[in-house]
């Protein structure tokens, strides 16, 4: 039986983060230049349902049966296995890789998830459709996030902008004109969860100032989603600088994020905001193609251990 591998996308959020989870619209985009890729590799000398599970980038090394129930990889296995109606899995060993970095709002989580599901269940000879490996990473994703919106699996999965709202069916749009964002890592590692956590706590507190903020959120989403399918990518940064006074608002930015968000608009960024859970990990910036490398570098000026330049490219819908 030969070796099977799969591999998935880094993603952004461009906007409505947190809101999201309140309903709102927000738009995510894959990031290709980092990635997950997961190899299961047949065992044949082994026993049936001997999983080893290597991840040497996080340091991890161990059998499936050692993980705990509601270990991230542990869960996206049994999950692949129940799915098939396995009750014992052939002997293999899960090699997984990743760039992306973790806790970072790259959507590494996701990312990992997505390649497993998709190696193993073709390892089994079994191939799952999109629909089914994205329902699959939203199981796993609920340990990574406690209440996520399903944002991270979705644009993962189907590797393709996304105008997502909580627990409706896909929505893809057109992308008319390509547009260049640089991704600045404040190197501040932050779990979504807890970010999420206090946003929940903050919304509990009062009610009608956080649904104001949610609902100004979807609004700059729908018309982020205009300006893209109507061909006027500068628009959105006007756009950005207002969905980070938002996050901001919501007490889910940082002073390194708004140090980063400040440099880039110095630098020529025409709107800049933080990107995913926040408190730590990336923002972005919206930049001309040939004003990126100088933005890239105030960046690295003010802070940022890793920058990517990405394009956004044009896109049928
Ligand atoms: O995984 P992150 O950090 O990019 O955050 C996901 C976006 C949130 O809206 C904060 C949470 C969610 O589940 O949608």
New binding site residues.
């Given amino acids: 039986m030969p070796a099977f591998t799969a591999s998935a996308p880094g993603?952004i959020?461009l906007f409505?983060?947190?809101?999201?989870?309140y309903g709102e619209p927000?738009i995510a985009v894959p990031v290709t230049q980092v990635f997950a890729r997961v190899t299961v590799l047949p065992e044949p000398r082994e026993e049936r349902g001997q999983v080893r599970i290597l991840a040497p980038d996080v340091g991890l090394e161990a059998r499936l049966d050692d993980l705990s129930a509601d270990h991230p990889l542990a869960a996206a296995v049994r999950g692949v296995a129940s799915a098939l109606d396995v009750a014992r899995l052939q002997a293999c060993t899960l090699r997984i890789a990743s760039t992306i970095p973790v806790a970072?709002?790259?959507?590494s989580?996701?990312a990992v998830s997505v390649a497993l599901i998709r190696a193993l269940a073709a390892f089994l000879g079994r191939p799952l459709t999109d629909a089914q490996v994205s329902a699959l990473a939203f199981e796993v994703?609920k340990l990574h996030?406690g209440?996520?919106?399903?944002?991270?699996n979705t644009v993962v999965t189907y590797n393709r902008p996304v105008f997502f709202v909580k627990g409706h069916s896909l929505d893809t749009f057109a992308i008319a004109h390509p547009f260049t964002i640089v991704i600045g890592d404040t190197g501040v590692s932050s779990p979504?969860k807890e970010?999420?956590a206090d946003v929940r706590r903050g919304w509990q507190a009062q009610p009608e100032r956080f649904e104001g903020l949610f609902a100004a959120a979807g609004s700059i989403a729908r018309a982020a989603r205009q300006a893209i399918e109507a061909g006027f990518p500068d628009r959105l940064g006007p756009l950005m600088d207002e969905n980070h006074a938002l996050l901001q608002a919501m007490g889910v930015s940082s002073p390194a994020l708004d140090r980063l968000v400040e440099a880039a608009r110095n630098a020529g960024a025409l709107g800049a905001k933080l990107?995913?859970?926040?408190r730590g990990?990336n923002m972005i910036a919206l930049t001309s193609p040939a004003a990126a490398p100088a933005v890239a570098a105030a960046l690295a000026q003010a802070g940022a251990t890793a920058t990517i330049i990405t394009e956004v490219k044009s896109h049928a819908g």
């Fill in positions: 993603k959020i409505g983060e947190h809101a999201v989870v927000a970072s709002g790259l959507g989580g996701a994703e996030h209440t996520p919106s399903g944002i991270d979504t970010t999420v990107s995913g859970g926040g990990g």
